[in-house]
């Protein structure tokens, strides 16, 4: 520490008086700036650079020095330095602040980001248009293929087999799968699992209570398939596959039955009418409890492994109860809010396994393709089209086949689409151009090869990577037919002329015609 009547810069008061708070009086001598005394400076005073001057005099090298004694002090240099200090402090200060609010920018944008992303997972169910479209296309194509093979249902499925119910009941001992087929040994049975199937495909088609249609849609699929398990082909492993995965999304969220009910009653809400309580649902989900508690009691359903299936069901079943209570009974939003959120959550992982089953299925065929002989020298289409089997037109196919350009281009093609969907996702032109390619594909195969459930079955899993823009483009047209073909029905129902009732005849009526019949007919407009 300094005493106070110490001046810094080594130069006392002449006068020999010291001034501990800096404020001189007039002495006739050179008044002193804020340093307490006159610095010195060099010789020119347009010099600013260091001088030796100021480093022996204590001043910082690089400011303007005052030589001792010098009658006039250099104050606008002085205040001049102050000022571009000050400048630059404050401009390293903005810079400073401007880092940091930069790197404050960068972390809530990636806040922002990934705070936007799982508000989309948690709070709607993503792909409702799509999810409508694999339920109605999956559902359509079992109904399809159950009604046309309805006459040789006994021989695919049934106790005329050649995979007896005996091989059959090994088999599930050993697999734990599940069919109800296995419950009983009789056509009876077998019909009424067959109705219920063919029932269910349609229902859920339609989306009436869509929740409940998907997990019985499963049960029926699942049993006729596990019953005789060499009867299927790729389509319906596919299919096998989608009714497991559909039973976990909301795809009755557009174009459904369930839809239009909840849209009706909203709007009943908002008019100020009263809607009453929903009473399908729960006698629906009572007659099944019931169902599922007598054959947990006769041990129909094989508990495996954590439970199994029988596990599987039961939280099914609970888990509908649960909804319906915390939207009927529930006090508070909150618990329907958690429940929506959960929902929400297992509808978007199953939609993204949908996406990666799609994928893999069409991965692994055309990477195994690249492995055969026939895909590599270009051969391979043309051998299926000359199988009897797989010859629905022969003439057609004798057409195709004649072609070895066309042949080549057609086995090439489909190995090189097959490999590169996959990686064309994130590329939504490029994706679109290999979706169209691959649904061609299959409905060429449909045609040209006699295969149209399998087709049906892949075009409905490709379904799912179809534009949002375009599935509204086609329910828009799906919907104005619809209305044009209801309106012309309802004015043919109107043009058609109705029987008129004639009365009874009684004393009074007949003379009354009687009357009516001789007297002169009326005029309408002017008479002559």
């Known amino acids: 520490m300094s005493d106070l009547g110490h001046d810094p810069t080594g130069n006392d008061d002449p006068a020999g008086h010291h001034d501990p ?44 020095a005052r030589a001792p004694g010098h009658p006039q002090a ?71 293929f159950l009604l046309r093979e309805f006459p040789h249902r006994e021989e695919l499925y049934g106790p005329d087999g050649p995979w007896s119910w005996d091989l059959a009941q090994q088999l599930i001992a050993s697999n734990h799968a599940f069919t109800a087929l296995m419950w009983a040994d009789g056509q009876v049975w077998f019909g009424t699992v067959y109705a219920f199937a063919v029932l269910s495909s349609l229902l859920l088609m339609l989306g009436w209570r869509t929740r409940t249609m998907s997990v019985l849609f499963m049960i029926g699929v699942l049993s006729l398939q596990n019953r005789s398990i060499f009867m299927g082909d790729g389509g319906d492993n596919v299919i096998h596959l989608m009714a497991i995965y559909l039973v976990l999304t909301r795809c009755g969220q557009v174009w459904s039955l369930d839809e239009r009910r909840e849209r009706r009653a909203r709007d009943a809400r908002a008019r100020g009418a009263w809607v009453g309580p929903d009473r399908a649902g729960p006698i629906l ?77 069409y991965a692994t065929a055309g990477w195994y393709k690249i492995q055969g002989t026939r895909w590599q020298d270009g051969t391979a289409v043309y051998y299926p089209l000359h199988l009897d089997y797989f010859s629905p037109w022969p003439a057609l196919s004798d057409l195709l086949s004649a072609s070895g350009t066309l042949m080549l281009l057609v086995t090439y093609g489909t190995v090189i689409v097959q490999v590169a969907f996959p990686f064309t996702l994130f590329n939504r032109r490029v994706k679109n151009i290999l979706l169209a390619a691959m649904i061609t594909e299959h409905a060429v195969i449909a045609v040209v090869l006699g295969l149209p459930f399998f087709s049906l079955a892949m075009i409905a899993a490709d379904a799912v990577f179809l534009p949002t823009s375009f599935l509204r483009r086609v329910g828009g047209w799906a919907a104005r037919a619809r209305g044009g073909v209801f309106s012309r029905l309802g004015r043919t129902l109107r043009t058609v002329p109705r029987p008129r009732k004639e009365p009874e005849r009684t004393p009074e009526t007949a003379e009354t015609a009687e009357t009516a019949e001789t007297a002169e007919p009326p005029h309408v407009g002017f008479t002559a």
Not at 26 to 54: A, F, I, V
């Open 74 to 144: 250099s104050t606008p240099d002085r205040h001049h330095t102050s000022t571009l200090s000050r400048d630059r402090t404050r401009t390293l200060g903005r810079e400073r602040l401007a880092g940091r609010i930069s790197r404050f920018d960068r972390r809530h944008r990636v806040d922002r980001t990934l705070a936007h992303a799982i508000t989309r997972v948690t709070g709607e169910a993503l792909g409702p248009y799509q999810s409508a479209v694999i339920r109605i296309g999956f559902a359509a194509t079992w109904l399809l």
């Open 21 to 64: 708070t800096g404020d001189h009086e007039p002495t006739g001598l050179p008044e002193p700036t804020g340093d307490h005394g006159p610095k010195p400076t060099p010789p020119d005073n347009h010099d600013r650079g260091p001088t030796s001057t100021g480093a022996s005099t204590g001043v910082p090298t690089g400011t303007p």
């Open 285 to 361: 989900w009572t007659v099944l409890g019931l169902v599922l508690a007598a054959a947990t009691l006769a041990g129909k359903i094989d508990g495996g492994l954590l439970g199994g299936w029988r596990t599987i069901y039961w939280g099914l079943w609970a888990v509908q109860g649960l909804w319906w209570l915390a939207g009927r009974y529930g006090r508070s939003v909150q618990p329907r809010i958690l429940l929506d959120v959960v929902a929400n959550l297992v509808h978007n992982a199953a939609l993204f396994v949908i996406m990666a089953e799609a994928c893999l299925i």
